[in-house]
């Protein structure tokens, strides 16, 4: 059995009153804070492509065509056209990728188109007889001027006006040079009215089946116009009798209707000979 003495009782008094005040400290301490990491969150903005503005790289006057039907880097930013060509049995859709170039015309009674390489046809008839190779691009030509005839590889001829009736219109001649599309023989006229710049007539030869120059002209009158997203894009097209410099009566026309330029680019299937 053990006893205590006075001393020892103090002793062991100071030693509780010690833990005591240690654990107290212990207890208050202020407790590790947490670390907080702060993740930056990285927010990607889609940056439009710049385009830049062509219109220095051509004769003044061209520029200044371009630039009455909405201008040149307008045309650059857009990378589908589409519109339809109105025909009693059916309008004729047409898709292009104006960058590309490769097209798409659809109807009710077959779907042609040219992705590139090959042009091909798909219809459960013999309804359209023609070369598709010939017609894929043949509307959208004369419905996007004056804007293709800033492609590259073309040339430009001051020639001399066009009188019709008691107006004249300044004309170019548009060539094309060696091996530049599929009929690089074949040369464009372009008339333009003097004050507004708006091209008025349009003069051109065909050259695909024979391969060969030509000087058999015909004449299409540009008589109204539309405004399809900012470009000046035309309604109408007349087709004129025309020889030996003289404009004649109008002998056809076409009709364009539910057209539209965007910016989107449509995947490249679209222009595809389809599967089945």
Known sequence: MYTYNNLTLKKMKKIT???????????????????????????????????????????????????????????????????????????????????????????????????????????????????????????????????VLGDDGISYEKVDDLKVEDKVYPGYKISYGDGVGDSPKDNYFIYYDAQSHQMKYLGYTVTFFSKESSEKISLIEYSDWNDVDGLLLPKTLKWRAYEDGVVGDIKSERNFVNASASKEKLDASIFSEPKQ
């Not at 927010?43 to 439009?48: G, S």
């Open 17 to 147: 009153l010690f833990t005591l005040i240690l654990g107290v400290l212990f207890s208050c301490k202020e407790a590790p804070k947490e670390e907080r990491v702060e993740k930056e969150v990285v927010v990607e903005e889609k940056v439009e492509e710049i385009i830049p503005d062509r219109s220095a790289n051509f004769p003044k006057d061209i520029a200044a065509i371009f630039k009455a039907h909405g201008g040149i880097q307008a045309f650059d930013t857009q990378n589908t056209l589409i519109f339809e060509l109105s025909k009693p049995e059916g309008n004729e859709k047409h898709t292009t990728d104006l960058k590309t170039r490769h097209a798409r015309i659809e109807t009710d009674k077959f779907a042609l188109g040219f992705d590139g390489k090959d042009a091909w046809i798909k219809q459960d008839s013999t309804y359209f007889k023609g070369n598709p190779r010939f017609y894929h691009n043949l509307m959208f030509y004369f419905y996007a001027m004056p804007f």
